[in-house]
């Protein structure tokens, strides 16, 4: 049946099979235009076909409806009956007809692969987090959609009351990039917090690879990171505990603020993004990950770089201010181009009180870099880290991980 809304459209009301709804609606999101317009496209070329096409399984579809012109319902339920199928039938052949018309675009792929140097010498902050739920994000399915923060999205965090409103958030298609998170600190919490061992002291390592000392291939050492909305996209490098020893082993290694690149350049090609989490130092193993980091001739601006965890309290803005010195440093004696990707405020809750709000306030009256994120300290994250497993994967709708989206969408 149909009941009019305006002088140019009217709602429409039948039947699709879940499948077909689900991947009308995906799709798209993802070319950018609404259902209805999609819609009406497709029954447009239905019926442009002359015949219908061969039949589709209805049974179990469920109620559907849009907004189509004026008339086009009527003139479609018309043809539906001249060809001698059912009004689902012909609703879905031209849906299906649309999504042939209409496949999925190809993922974004940056020119030059990315590293994004997760970073500050003070511990407890949660680098690890912070970075392990980015990484997530920028694996997930292209091919499903995902709930994003959109807009306002430090509210929650700045005591919003009304920022879990569904009208903050929207689905969108994941970021589908292939993704390498190195664990670079010898504390191995990234590998133990994604379900994985660290590497066996007797073996190779990262270290052994950064030291010129390893007799096998980096490549054997990924490991994948399983979970159905990440696929085969989402990698890691397990930590060694001998990474204690990388100062001291770099120390005698030639071009040593070279050498993480030099171990990573042979996998990196089959990466879009190297998400490098840097153990809480100031010493040589953070400038070899800033190096890394450093802008490359033609690449551009802020496509890789040094992305800074902190918290709302003083000790952190204490650490800041040792972590930029050495950024600085390295910028003046090696005429590096290394860029701030942001600062990301974490483990934020408001019901801490003035320290908290002052604090994350201090933060966001930094301009460069800026703030580009706040992460809710909720449990979510704690009950994934304990499980083992990926936050997107074990809670995806929590504000954390919509938070995570939202930051990898931001730094992209």
């Known amino acids: 049946m149909s009941s009019p809304t305006s002088s140019d459209r009217e709602k429409v009301v ?17 070319h950018g235009i609404d259902i209805q317009h999609a819609v009406e496209a497709g029954i447009m070329a239905w019926r442009g076909l002359g015949a219908s096409l061969s039949p589709i399984e209805t049974s179990g579809a469920r109620s559907f409806s849009t907004f ?21 039938q012909g609703l879905s052949q031209s849906v299906f007809l649309w999504l042939e018309k209409n496949p999925a675009p190809a993922v ?103 030291a010129g000392e390893a007799k096998g291939e980096l490549r054997d050492l990924i490991v994948q990171i399983n979970g159905e909305r990440f696929g085969d996209r989402l990698h890691l490098l397990p930590a060694c505990n001998d990474a204690f020893l990388l100062d001291v082993k770099l120390s005698s290694v030639r071009a040593r603020e070279a050498a993480l690149e030099r171990a990573l350049g042979t996998v990196e090609s089959n990466y879009d993004v190297i998400l490098v989490d840097c153990p809480p130092s100031l010493g040589l193993s953070m400038d070899a990950a800033a190096y890394l980091g450093r802008r490359r001739p033609g690449e551009a601006p802020g496509n890789s770089g040094i992305l800074v965890i902190v918290q709302a309290e003083d000790s952190s803005a204490d650490a800041y201010g040792l972590l930029t010195s050495q950024i600085e440093d390295l910028r003046d004696d090696m005429h590096l181009e290394l860029d701030y990707l942001g600062i990301v405020v974490n483990h934020y809750d408001a019901r801490r009180g003035y320290i908290a709000t002052s604090s994350l306030q201090a933060w966001m009256d930094i301009k460069d870099p800026r703030v580009v994120g706040v992460i809710g300290d909720l449990k979510e ?25 939202a930051l990898a969408r931001e730094i992209s």
Request: glycine share 8%; aromatic share 4%; proline share 8%.
């Open 14 to 30: 039948s039947k699709l099979p879940a499948g077909l709804q689900r991947d009308l609606k995906i799709r798209t999101v993802q």
């Open 68 to 88: 189509l012109p004026t008339g086009q319902w009527d003139d479609f339920r018309t043809d539906c009956t001249s060809r001698g199928v059912s009004l689902i």
């Open 108 to 210: 974004v792929r940056p020119r030059h692969p990315r590293r994004i140097i997760v970073c500050n010498q003070k511990g407890g902050v949660g680098k690890t987090a912070v970075g392990a739920g980015v990484g997530e994000a920028l694996a997930e399915d292209p091919n499903q959609l995902h709930p994003v923060r959109i807009s306002k999205h430090f509210a929650v965090a700045l005591g919003d009351d009304e920022a879990d409103s569904p009208l903050h958030y929207e689905d969108l298609p994941g970021l589908g990039l292939n993704v390498l998170l190195v664990d670079f600190d010898p504390q191995a919490h990234m590998t133990n917090q994604l379900g994985h061992e660290p590497l066996p002291m007797d073996g190779d390592s990262l270290t052994k690879h950064m």
């Open 381 to 405: 994250q704690k009950e994934a880290v304990r499980a083992k497993l990926p936050l997107l994967e074990y809670a995806p709708r929590c504000s954390q991980a919509v938070a995570m989206r």
